[in-house]
C-alpha cells in the first residue's frame, strides 16, 4: 500500500513515520514544503521517499497524491500573522490535494482537523480549520476526520516544546494571568497510534481525540519545569502586559513562536469532549508525566527541534 502523507515533517509526521515503517505493507511517501524541516527527516530515515513540495501550488506533487493508495493530510498552518497564509496553506493547499486524490487511485483518506473547529475562538488558525474540514466533509472519499487537542511530543517545536525551551533561556517564566486555562494536551504518540489504527481499518466519521486528563495550564508548566528539572521562577504578570509584549515582539519577529491571537486562544475558557478513544482505537492512553517525560528525555529524539 502506498501511504502519502502530507505535511510529514512536522510534528505529528515526524512521530508517526518511525511506527508507520516498521509496518512491511506500507510504501511511505512523505511530503512537506518546509527545507530544513524536510532535511531532518531524510536524515532520520533515508529509507522513505521524502518530497519537498508546496501544496498551495500546482506542480508533479499532484501526479504523486493521484498515485497513493490512502493518504494521511497533516499539513496544516498553525501559526503566523496574516489570514492569507492560513488561506493558502489550509485551504487553497487542501482543494489541490483533494482533486489530486479524487482523480487518482486514492481509496482512503485520513484528516487532522483540530479541535478549534469547537471552540469559542475566532482567529485565522480557527476559521481556516474550520473551512478545511468542511472541504474534507464534502469528498466522496472514503475518509475520517480526526479533531485533537494541544498535541506535544518528540519534535515539539511550537507548543510544549517552545516553552520547555523557553524556560531552559529566561530569568523568569511569565504566565499571563492566573494562569487557571484548562487546557487538555494530547500526547501525540498516542495521536499517532490512534492514525495507524484508522490506517488499518479504514475507519470512518469524526472524531475528538483530547487528552484524557485535564490540567491548568500553570500546572502544566510546573509539570514540564519538573520534569525537565528546571528551577526558573514561574510568575504571574497581568494579560494586558503580556499581550503587550507579544505584539512588540512581532515588530522585530516576521514568524513568532507566539502571537497575540494565540494567546487570546490560550485564556478562551474551552473544554473539549472527552470520548473514549483508547477503547475505540485500540490505543492505550499514556498519563501526562510519563509521556512528559518520553517528551523531553528519550535519549533519541528529544534533543532533535523543528525549525518554525
Given at each position: ?67 497513493a493508495d490512502s493518504v494521511i493530510q497533516l499539513h496544516a498552518q ?76 518528540w519534535f515539539d517545536r511550537k507548543h510544549l516544546g517552545w516553552l ?145
Open positions: 500500500m502506498k501511504v502519502l502523507i502530507t505535511g510529514a515533517a512536522g510534528l505529528v509526521g515526524q512521530n508517526l513515520i518511525p511506527a508507520l515503517k516498521k509496518n512491511p505493507e506500507y510504501s511511505i511517501v512523505a511530503m512537506d514544503k518546509h527545507p530544513s524541516n524536510v532535511k531532518i527527516l531524510r536524515d532520520l530515515h533515508p529509507e522513505i521517499d521524502v518530497i519537498e513540495a508546496d501544496l498551495g501550488t500546482s506542480g508533479t506533487w499532484e501526479e504523486v497524491a493521484a498515485e498553525i501559526g503566523g500573522l496574516t489570514e492569507e497564509e492560513f488561506t493558502r496553506n489550509n485551504i487553497t493547499a487542501t482543494e489541490r490535494l483533494l482533486a489530486a486524490c479524487e482523480r487518482g487511485k486514492c481509496q482512503y483518506l485520513v484528516h487532522i482537523s483540530s479541535s478549534v473547529v469547537n471552540s469559542m475562538a475566532v482567529d485565522f488558525y480557527t476559521e481556516s480549520k474550520k473551512a478545511q474540514e468542511r472541504l474534507v466533509s464534502q469528498t466522496q472519499l472514503k475518509h475520517v476526520i480526526l479533531r485533537p487537542t494541544l498535541m506535544f511530543g520547555k525551551r523557553f524556560m531552559e533561556r529566561a530569568p523568569v517564566f511569565p504566565i499571563p494571568g492566573n494562569g487557571k486555562y484548562l487546557r487538555q494536551p494530547l500526547y501525540v504518540g498516542d495521536f499517532s497510534a490512534v492514525i495507524e489504527s484508522c490506517l488499518k481499518h479504514e475507519t470512518t466519521g469524526a472524531y475528538d481525540i483530547s487528552g484524557q486528563e485535564k490540567v491548568h495550564y500553570i500546572d502544566l508548566i510546573r509539570a514540564i519545569r519538573r520534569v525537565t528539572k528546571q528551577k526558573t521562577p514561574i510568575v504571574k504578570i497581568p494579560y494586558s502586559v503580556f499581550w503587550s509584549l507579544l505584539k512588540v515582539y512581532a515588530l522585530f519577529d516576521r514568524n513568532p513562536p507566539f502571537t497575540t491571537q494565540q494567546l487570546k486562544a490560550l485564556v478562551t475558557p474551552d473544554v473539549f469532549p472527552v470520548i473514549d478513544w483508547p477503547e475505540i482505537f485500540g490505543v492505550p492512553a499514556t498519563d501526562l508525566e510519563s509521556a512528559l517525560n518520553l517528551t523531553f528525555n528519550h535519549p533519541e529524539y528529544s534533543h532533535v527541534t523543528l525549525e518554525f
